[in-house]
């Protein structure tokens, strides 16, 4: 037996082999897809123009096309061997008879719903050094957004006037707002012994809950605090009562403030809360509520309490002194 030559074996395989185009993303696949838009694209008694397709496909001398012999009823056996096809194939180009020539017509994708899109990856580097920036820029206690010193500056004499003509006193000037707790999060410096080079590493817990705290401005009383986790009911405080908890337990899947969790605690915590430490210090039920204007905050109204918002960029600004 003489040695076969293996380039000439190769090229005689692959070289010459047609791929199939790749299709969009959307559009309805089929067996024998890449080779429908050749058989169905010419119009009736003309010879349509040939592709490159993976298949080899012979022409009738009168132009007679895949469409023409379907239309005749002609048997999917013949016709596949007529095409070089396989049986299936032809079945499925008959089957989707409808929509190929819906899709034909109106020169889109036989299905739109769900697309795809490429992001650019310089945007995405982008976004990445954006987002380390901000976490050192946190680290630092240093603010991202720059704090309007204008609004800042005048706010404070805005208040007092609405302290002045409401007769507010300290005890019923209240400012309320929230703050993130990382309730299994690590220090991020710790000690080592003098023979260690470095200490152990570990992976920074995420697990987060929101706090909302509120107080008066005269510190005599600390209304009980808002704790927003993720789930209503977690499996360590199964069989609990969450009203006996020292917070207001509230959910929320994100552990975030959002509008409604904040009229729930204005409605059925503030509110109640407020009006039982009136009493208590035997004092009229009016009261002012501070807070900034988060997008969770919003405008919300009753006949004893007084809602302001703090400008837009000044929170840091204002408590920084």
Same mark, same amino acid.
């Given at each position: 037996?003489?040695?076969?030559?293996?380039?000439?074996?190769?090229?005689?395989?692959?070289?010459?082999?047609?791929?199939?185009?790749?299709?969009?993303?959307?559009?309805?696949?089929?067996?024998?897809?890449?080779?429908?838009?050749?058989?169905?694209?010419?119009?009736?008694?003309?010879?349509?123009?040939?592709?490159?397709?993976?298949?080899?496909?012979?022409?009738?001398?009168?132009?007679?096309?895949?469409?023409?012999?379907?239309?005749?009823?002609?048997?999917?056996?013949?016709?596949?061997?007529?095409?070089?096809?396989?049986?299936?194939?032809?079945?499925?180009?008959?089957?989707?008879?409808?929509? &190929?020539?819906?899709?034909? &017509?109106?020169?889109?994708?036989?299905?739109?719903?769900?697309?795809?899109?490429?992001?650019?990856?310089?945007?995405?580097?982008?976004?990445?050094?954006?987002?380390?920036?901000?976490?050192?820029?946190?680290?630092?206690?240093?603010?991202?957004?720059? =704090?309007?010193?204008?609004?800042?500056?005048?706010?404070?004499?805005?208040?007092?006037?609405?302290?002045?003509?409401?007769?507010?006193?300290?005890?019923?000037?209240f400012n309320a707002d929230e703050t993130g707790l990382y309730?299994?999060?690590?220090?991020?410096?710790?000690?080592?012994?003098?023979?260690?080079?470095?200490?152990?590493?570990?992976?920074?817990?995420?697990?987060?809950?929101?706090?909302?705290?509120?107080?008066?401005?005269?510190?005599?009383?600390?209304?009980?605090?808002?704790?927003?986790?993720?789930?209503?009911?977690?499996?360590?405080?199964?069989?609990?009562?969450?009203?006996?908890?020292?917070?207001?337990?509230?959910?929320?899947?994100?552990?975030?403030?959002?509008?409604?969790?904040?009229?729930?605690?204005?409605?059925?915590?503030?509110?109640?809360?407020?009006?039982?430490?009136?009493?208590?210090?035997?004092?009229?039920?009016?009261?002012?509520?501070?807070?900034?204007? =988060? =997008?969770?905050?919003?405008?919300?109204?009753?006949?004893?309490?007084?809602?302001?918002?703090?400008?837009?960029?000044?929170?840091?600004?204002?408590?920084?002194?």
């Amino acid at each position: 037996m003489s040695d076969i030559d293996s380039p000439k074996l190769q090229n005689s395989v692959f070289k010459r082999q047609a791929k199939p185009k790749v299709t969009i993303h959307g559009d309805l696949w089929y067996e024998g897809k890449a080779v429908t838009p050749a058989l169905w694209d010419g119009r009736d008694g003309e010879k349509i123009c040939k592709r490159e397709t993976p298949f080899p496909i012979r022409w009738t001398p009168a132009g007679e096309t895949l469409r023409d012999r379907l239309g005749k009823g002609e048997g999917s056996t013949a016709i596949g061997k007529h095409f070089n096809l396989g049986e299936s194939t032809v079945r499925a180009i008959k089957k989707n008879e409808a929509a &190929i020539r819906k899709s034909v &017509i109106s020169g889109t994708k036989l299905s739109t719903k769900f697309a795809s899109y490429t992001r650019d990856v310089l945007l995405e580097r982008t976004e990445r050094a954006i987002a380390i920036w901000i976490e050192e820029q946190v680290q630092r206690r240093i603010p991202c957004a720059t =704090a309007d010193e204008g609004a800042a500056k005048i706010f404070p004499e805005e208040l007092a006037k609405i302290i002045e003509d409401g007769d507010y006193s300290a005890d019923q000037v209240f400012n309320a707002d929230e703050t993130g707790l990382y309730w299994k999060k690590l220090p991020n410096r710790t000690y080592i012994a003098k023979y260690e080079k470095t200490a152990s590493g570990h992976k920074a817990s995420k697990d987060r809950v929101t706090l909302l705290l509120c107080s008066n401005a005269s510190g005599d009383r600390m209304l009980k605090p808002l704790l927003i986790n993720k789930s209503l009911r977690p499996r360590a405080l199964k069989g609990k009562d969450l009203k006996q908890l020292p917070v207001h337990w509230m959910a929320n899947r994100k552990s975030w403030m959002t509008t409604a969790i904040f009229k729930e605690w204005f409605n059925n915590c503030f509110v109640p809360e407020v009006e039982a430490y009136m009493k208590e210090k035997s004092l009229d039920f009016k009261v002012l509520l501070i807070v900034d204007n =988060a =997008a969770s905050h919003p405008q919300l109204e009753h006949p004893n309490l007084q809602l302001v918002f703090l400008p837009p960029n000044t929170t840091q600004a204002l408590f920084s002194h």
